[in-house]
């Protein structure tokens, strides 16, 4: 494999999700069982997501890795510790709580379709060749790991 097949850096399709989920906001209701709790929600989804985001970006730097999900070769040793331990895309995870939080400050339901395509798109183009990549540059250890340690949660 000569390169993942990310063309669109995670943090620019997260704000493209973003402005398609304010779009399909705009154009459709507001659900009302979801508004008193709309405030509560997002800030909670946000704290979550900036903690799995900085955790797996502070366990990267201190491993002395890269964060940059396009530069494959730049992989220097296979993080297994702290936030790690729990999910083997920390800083994706992250990213789906931040737009599980838009949805609950939008308070619409049909804005959920943004986080599954994010999820779906992220599985197909980035983990996918991220997972076969770190297969190839950890043969025994990568295995190992991804029986112990799940995907997304």
Excluded at 70 to 76: D, E, N, Y
Aim: hydrophobic share 50%.
């Amino acid at each position: 494999m000569d390169s993942l097949k990310l063309k669109v850096p995670p943090v620019v399709q997260v704000v493209l999700i973003l402005l398609l989920m304010k779009g399909i906001a705009s154009v459709s209701p507001v659900n009302v069982l979801l508004v008193p709790y709309s405030n509560v929600l997002t800030v909670a989804f946000l704290l979550v997501g900036v903690m799995f985001g900085v955790s797996g970006v502070m366990a990267f730097r201190l491993h002395q890795t890269t964060v940059n999900p396009t530069l494959k070769t730049a992989s220097t040793s296979l993080v297994q510790s702290g936030v790690y331990r729990v999910t083997r895309n920390p800083m994706y995870v992250g990213m789906l709580c931040l737009l599980i939080a838009a949805t609950c400050y939008f308070a619409n339901l049909y804005t959920l379709l943004g986080s599954v395509l994010f999820v779906f798109y992220m599985n197909m183009f980035q983990i996918e060749p991220e997972e076969m990549y770190l297969t190839e540059q950890f043969p025994d250890e990568y295995p190992d790991y991804t029986k112990k340690v799940r995907r997304w949660l």
